[in-house]
């Protein structure tokens, strides 16, 4: 029953912009942290964001700290990831989940950063 799905990915050059969504159904979304983890190729999958619509704490890793932002706006059961100033090494399949208990993997979006 509880299903996430993301979209948005793209191709788009280093610098540039781009802004992946996620839509949640099935669980109560303000009782679970939900974000973000990318798998480059060659790399295991890692998060990297994630956002507690419970008090609207977020967290980053390093390698996107700065540069890509998490946000829910009113919206009550999606999130939106915002990354800017992208670089060829985020090139990768990027999949939201819940983060620290996550239900089944989807197939992500495919995001393309080139040189």
């Known amino acids: 029953e509880a299903q996430l799905v993301e979209s948005g990915g793209g191709l788009v050059q280093a610098g540039g912009s781009l802004r992946l969504s996620c839509s949640a159904s099935?669980?109560?979304?303000?009782?679970?942290?939900v974000g973000w983890f990318r798998q480059a190729p060659g790399k295991e999958r890692e998060g990297i964001s994630c956002?507690?619509?419970?008090?609207?704490?977020?967290y980053y890793a390093d390698s996107v700290k700065g540069r890509f932002t998490l946000s829910s706006g009113n919206a009550k059961n999606a999130v939106f990831l915002q990354m800017n100033n992208l670089k060829p090494e985020d090139t990768g399949v990027y999949y939201c989940?819940?983060?620290?208990?996550?239900?089944?993997w989807g197939q992500g979006v495919q995001v393309t950063v080139s040189s």
């Open positions: 989940n819940r983060f620290y208990s996550p239900i089944a």
């Open positions: 956002i507690s619509k419970r008090d609207g704490s977020t």
């Open positions: 099935g669980f109560t979304f303000d009782d679970f942290a």
